[in-house]
């Protein structure tokens, strides 16, 4: 849903988009966490703080939620 590779953060949409790609790949009801992966500790904590606000904000996009 991250990547952690860049200092890009991504939009919270791309997030929603990359779920709604991975529960079509993997089928319904088999992601169960939309978290980040261990890749954050190589980020400085201001990039990662960035990154984490997308991700929630995209995991409640595809939830329905505002």
């Known amino acids: 849903m991250i990547d952690v ?3 890009t953060v991504e939009s919270p ?11 079509r790949t993997v089928g319904e ?4 966490w939309v978290h980040p992966d ?3 500790w190589m980020k400085k904590r201001s ?5 984490m606000e997308p991700l929630v904000k995209g995991r409640d996009l595809f939830l329905g939620r505002k």
């Not at 949409?13 to 529960?23: F, H, P, S, W």
């Not at 990039?47 to 990154?51: G, L």
């Open 5 to 7: 590779k860049v200092n």
């Open 13 to 23: 949409e791309l997030v929603a988009k990359r779920v709604e790609t991975a529960v």
């Open 29 to 32: 009801g088999r992601v169960k």
């Open 38 to 40: 261990c890749g954050f």
């Open 47 to 51: 990039v990662a703080d960035r990154k």
